[in-house]
Structure formats: C-alpha cells, structure tokens
C-alpha cells in the first residue's frame, strides 16, 4: 500500500505536523492542507490496524485526530464523506434496512480429510482438464461474514450476509472497524463498482477482555468469538460498536465493474487469487495476503492444511479450517458453481470444538456471593480434545432464552481457552418426555430463603453463616489468580472446612499442622509442601490480596487500580465514594462495594486479622515499580515456557516496571519465545527493532537472577 518512499514522506510529514500543533497560524495551516493531514492520519490507522506496526503513539495519533476534527466543526461544509473523522459513532441506528447482495453470497463446500480433498482436486481437473492444478490456500476465518460495496472509490455499504440473497445494510456499523478504508483507489485499476466479502472478527484478547467484563457485571459470557463479532454488528448505538475493536479480513472479489476511463496501472485486473489479494493489500485492506500460502498440486495442498491446524491456537484470533481455492481466476470461472457452492473452492474444516450431548439434570451450587448458579449435568462429550461432563447455565434468564429443558440435546462449543458453553439445545428433537428446569426457593445448602433484587438477574442465598459461601470465599482466597497458595487446592478447604479445622479465611495462616498430619494422605512431605506455600503467599503482591478478597466487581484489572492508589489497604478506610470513582475505571458499581467493604467492621478485623497472622498489607512495590529495571521496556510472550507460567512471567515484567503489549509491533522491545512459537515469532523476524530472546535470557534480565 505506501512504499519505502511514501512511508518516509509521510512520517515526516506527521513529525511536521506534530511540531505545528502549537502554532499560532494552526488554523490556516490545517484550512490550506486538511487532505494532507487525513493522508497522514489515514497512513497511521493502516500502520496501526491493518499492519499491526504503529509508527506513532497513541497520544501523537489522537493529537493530530483531535486537530483535524477541530477544524471540520468549525468548517462542517469542508468534512468528506471518507475523512478519518467520519468513522466516529454518530447516535444511534433506527433500523437495519435490508439489502440485495450485488452477487449472492455462496457458501463453501467442507471437506473434513485428505480424501476429500483429492476427490476435489479430482473433480476440478476432470472439468478442467488440467493435469496439475494451481492452488491458494488461506485460514477459514470463525467469525461474521460480511460484503461490502464500494462505488467511485468511497465504501457505500456494508452488508451482512442475511439468507445469502438480501442481508441487513450495516454500513455505519462497519465504519467503526478501522482497518476497513473508507475509500480506496479501486479506480487505479479501472473498477467503477466493486463488491468484496469478507470476515469481521473480534481477538482472542478482545473476546476475553470482552467476556470478563460480562462475567464482572454477573452476565452471562459469550459461548464464542464469532457470536461476539455477529452480535457487535447489529448493535444500533455506533459508539457502542466503536468499543469492541471488531476487525475484518477481506478474501473475495464477488463483483466488479469497469470504468469508461483507462486504468492507470498496466495489467491490472489480478490474474489469479493470489494476486487478487495483493491487489486488495496495496489498496490499504486487510486481505490474508500474508497468511495465505500458493501451492501446485493438492498433496502440498494437504500437508499444508494438517501442518497449520497444529498451530491455530497460536494465532490471536479464531480460525476454523483453511479454505483452498483454485488461484487461476479464469478457471475458477470455467468451473463455475453448483446451486450451493463455487466448484473452484472448498474448506478444509478443523477438528470441532463443538459436539452435541445431553442435558441430564441441573444441579445448584452458591457461590461466594451467595449467588445461585446451576450447573447442567451432561452426558460427557469430548469437546476441542477435552471432556465436559458439566457446565455452568448461569441464570434463569439464560435458561429461558436458550430454551433448556431436562433431557434435551444440547450443542457444546469450547472455543480456544474459553469454558465450554451451550450454544443451543435442539428443539426440533424433543420427544414430549423432557422436563422443566425448576428453580429452587430456597438456599440448597443452608435452607434459607433466596432472594432476588429487581436490577439483579441471579438468585441469591444472603445468610451470613451459609457455609456454602464462606467455602467458596477461601477456595477463591487460596485459588491459583488470587493469593495462588498451589498445594491447598479446593479439595482440601472443602475437607478441612467439614473438620472443622477452617472456619474462615484467616484460619488459613493458623492451621492445625499436627492435627492435618494425622490425616490420610498427608504425608511430612506434603506438609511441609504446603506450609511454605501458605508461607509464601503472605508476601503476595497487594493486586491479589484485593482480589483475594472477592469483593463483589472487583475483578483482576480493578485489583490492580486499586493496589496502585495506597500504600497500605487499610487507607481505603478514609477514601469516600467519589475519590474511589476518581481511579481508572472505577465506576459507580465498583465504588460502592469497595466502599462498603472497607466500611464494614467485621472486614475490617478480618484485614486486622491477617495482618497479625503476617500478611503484608503494605503496598511494597508502590514507587517501585516505574523505576524498576524493566522500566520503560515492553514485552510479550509466545509459545510454551518451559520454567514459568505464562501469568507469573507476565507479572514479573510488570513488577519490574515493564509493559506487556498484545500484538507484535514497532513498540515491542522484546519478544520471549518459548517452545512451538508461530506466527509472533515470524513477524518478529521482519521488525528489527524487536530482540528475539529466548525465556532463560528473559529470566537473566530480571533482578533476582542477578
Ligand atoms: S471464500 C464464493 N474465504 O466461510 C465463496 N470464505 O462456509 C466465498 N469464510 O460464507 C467465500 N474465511 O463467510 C472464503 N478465507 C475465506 C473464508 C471464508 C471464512 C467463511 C465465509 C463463507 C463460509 C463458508
């Protein structure tokens, strides 16, 4: 899209920019070049979203936003309909009109092994008459297909998919994905209209940030990436869609037509699919011209296709199998197409994380908030190479839209490393012998009376002595995110609580050692194991003491916050609502559970409590961290380490005052591999700013190694 050339002149042309944000004469510096500045800032969204290789920060992009949004209010008449401006969330959508496909919108053929792909192979060179036939192949995108339509270089609509032949117009709502260009040069090479389908996706890191945020405001999560990016869609509030950073990859040219006027470039049509790729690329798209792969013959087709399956989770979003096309575009035009499908492309589908199972009953469990959850009962199923026995309904609200009921067959996804989900239960299947899922009136554990707050969508046990709740809370204190205390396990706060060894979370630091010794299965050794950890954990950094705590909203991001405004826990005592809503993120949902936590006696001589037992509630790293020896450096982490788990590497660099990033990009310092690294490591390699270590040198870095 920008050559050597360009990328210089326009990165010198921001910095000219930058250094005139302050001038007194701005205003007529922006009025005499404002497409010189939309160039500038339409080169930077391409470096950022479609790239994935920033030039500029953050802060310098959203400077020379705000100067160019600055001048079209003040001159409205001057705004163009592909101004960068123009993406921005404007209200909300009434409705969604429907919209006739140019060309309707196929889907493929799947095949699920390598004879299926020879007897494809096979086909197309009997029609074709070919010996050897050309071959492209790419990742099948998991997400929401979309085409759009660009008329005279200016993108006029974005479409769903719909039943194929007529989809709903969604044109503001694609505006919000940046690496879809506003206007492209379709021009260059001679095409006055064109249609062009692809996928819009949400990341693996988005999803989850995504679902997390669900999951604190006790809704339910999303079963996958794919539903979150459909769903984002047909969002009628454009700002809202704005913030899921939605991506898209466009793979098809389904129509286009000429101009009268001469194309400038020579030859240009693309010839095969490949180059039709590329065409899209250098127009400023985010096509898979990097992650497709061109191959003579379907044997190299195949071992392709195997080879990359074993490396998608490595990938930062979902795929769910590879698409082989036939690249010559002429002869995907002999081959033509069935009613259903084109006869010159197949997929190539991935083993299912999906698989069907029964709904044999719901049990209730409470949770450490007292809340009630049921938990389906299925008949086990292997699902993405796990087997799932259970899964978590979460309300009743859940229930009733999915429509459960005892004894239906259900479809289970597991999607990456999310917790399995149904995705929907198979009405059309009932027989008339399934049951409905009776919720209970009362706490299955301790038998008091649930409760139910209007605004709230769970049910909820309240009493202050259920056991149930006071089980739950130190299985969460101990638990692997939170104080991570490893050989105490949820199995042994159930067995010591029912002893009566552990009563409360402060029993944790004031075991019975003798007493636990003289139980089965508690070995010296194993004591002793467990003794340091407890030991251990007292020194655990203050983000996960305060999560630890499981006060209500206060999730591992909030934790932090928190940790990072006091030196001591207890200072939280003087903070009113209003300042805690002055921290990052801190809304009024949060505010109020913190406060109230830390106005509540009994909490209070619980910290009390544990501060005695030796608990650090100091904030020993606050000052610390930012000149730490990793100050001002970023990471980020790929494949398997060996020596240190993911989350504990990715703490240590904070701890010492670095950064994780989430994708590979010119703002990288270091990239740690570890075994079986893909796809980072490969662009890695192309950014040679970027220091390729491996995770021993990491730990070298690091000062207690020194
Ligand atoms: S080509 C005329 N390429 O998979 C055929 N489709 O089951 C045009 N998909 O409906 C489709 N990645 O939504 C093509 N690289 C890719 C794809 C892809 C994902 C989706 C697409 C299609 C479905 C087919």
């Known amino acids: 899209m920008y050559n050597n050339e360009q990328t210089i002149a326009l990165q010198k042309k921001t910095t000219e920019w930058l250094a005139s944000v302050n001038a007194t004469n701005i205003s007529g510096i922006v009025k005499k070049n404002t497409e010189d500045l939309r160039n500038c800032l339409r080169f930077h969204e391409y470096r950022y979203y479609v790239q994935n290789d920033p030039l500029i920060s953050d802060f310098e992009y959203d400077t020379l936003y705000k100067l160019l949004e600055h001048f079209e209010k003040g001159n409205p008449d001057k705004v163009t309909p592909d101004s960068p401006t123009q993406r921005v969330g404007k209200g909300l959508i009434k409705d969604f009109p429907k919209t006739q496909h140019l060309v309707p919108m196929l889907s493929l053929e799947n095949s699920y092994n390598a004879d299926d792909l020879h007897d494809f192979d096979r086909k197309a060179r009997e029609l074709s008459g070919l010996d050897e036939i050309e071959y492209c192949v790419e990742p099948k995108f998991d997400g929401a297909s979309i085409s759009l339509v660009y008329e005279n270089d200016l993108l006029s609509r974005g479409v769903t998919r719909g039943d194929g032949e007529v989809g709903d117009e969604i044109t503001l709502n694609v505006k919000q994905i940046k690496s879809v260009p506003l206007s492209a040069k379709f021009s260059e090479y001679g095409i006055e209209q064109i249609e062009i389908r692809g996928e819009v996706l949400m990341n693996k890191n988005n999803f989850k940030a995504y679902n997390d945020a669900l999951i604190e405001e006790g809704i339910p999560p999303l079963a996958n990436p794919r539903n979150a990016a459909a769903g984002s869609l047909r969002i009628k509030d454009t700002a809202e869609v704005s913030k899921r950073n939605l991506e898209a990859f466009l793979y098809h040219v389904s129509y286009d037509h000429a101009t009268d006027a001469q194309p400038k470039i020579e030859n240009l049509k693309p010839q095969t699919h490949s180059g039709m790729l590329e065409m899209l690329w250098n127009l400023g798209f985010r096509s898979p011209k990097n992650e497709m792969k061109v191959f003579k013959g379907i044997d190299a087709v195949i071992k392709h296709v195997q080879d990359f399956e074993k490396v998608r989770d490595n990938l930062g979003y979902e795929i769910d199998g590879m698409v082989i096309k036939v690249n010559d575009l002429k002869l995907q035009d002999r081959l033509g197409m069935t009613s259903h499908h084109p006869r010159w492309a197949i997929a190539f589908k991935f083993k299912a994380r999906q698989g069907t199972s029964k709904l044999l009953a719901v049990e209730f469990q409470v ?24 899964i978590s309904i979460h309300n009743e609200e859940y229930i009733k839209e999915k429509d459960l009921m005892l004894g239906d067959t259900i479809l289970i996804e597991r999607s990456g490393d999310v917790i399995p989900q149904i995705v ?29 707050p209007e605004e709230d969508a769970v049910w909820r046990c309240v009493s202050l002595t259920c056991p149930a709740q006071i089980v739950e809370g130190i299985i969460h204190f101990v638990s692997k995110d939170a104080m991570d205390i490893r050989s105490f396990g949820e199995a042994n706060v159930r067995k010591f609580y029912e002893m009566g060894l552990l009563k409360s979370i402060p029993d944790v630091y004031n075991l019975p050692y003798g007493e636990i010794g003289k139980l089965d299965g508690f070995g010296e050794k194993s004591i002793t194991k467990l003794q340091q950890a407890i030991e251990d954990s007292k020194n655990q950094s203050l983000n996960r003491i305060i999560y630890a705590l499981g006060i209500r909203y206060v999730g591992e991001t909030t934790a932090k916050t928190l940790a990072n405004a006091v030196d001591h826990l207890t200072d939280f005592k003087n903070y009113t609502e209003e300042q805690l809503m002055q921290l990052e993120d801190v809304g009024v949902k949060v505010a109020k559970t913190v406060y109230t936590f830390f106005h509540n006696a009994d909490n209070l001589l619980l910290l009390q409590k544990l501060e005695e037992l030796g608990v650090q509630l100091k904030n020993e790293k606050k000052g610390t961290v930012t000149d730490g020896n990793l100050s001002g450096l970023t990471f980020l982490f790929t494949g398997t380490l060996s020596q240190l ?13 670095g950064k994780i990033l989430g994708a590979v990009s010119s703002k990288l310092n270091y990239l740690v591999t570890g075994e079986n690294a893909g796809s980072k490591l490969e662009k890695a390699k192309n950014i040679p700013a970027i220091h390729v270590i491996s995770e021993e040198e990491f730990i070298k870095m690091l000062p207690i190694s020194k």
Do not use: M, W
Request: glycine fraction near 10%; hydrophobic fraction near 30%; aromatic fraction near 4%.
């Open 424 to 452: 929907k239960s198979f009405s059309e299947l009932r027989k008339g012998d399934e049951k409905k899922i009776e919720f209970p009136t009362h706490c299955p554990v301790c038998k008091s009376e649930l409760y139910k």
């Open 645 to 657: 788990k993911r989350s504990d590497a990715e703490a240590l660099v904070e701890n010492n005052g």
């Open 367 to 390: 949770g450490r908030t007292g809340a009630v959850t049921p938990v389906a009962k299925i008949e086990p199923v292997q699902v993405g190479g796990v087997t799932v026995g259970s």
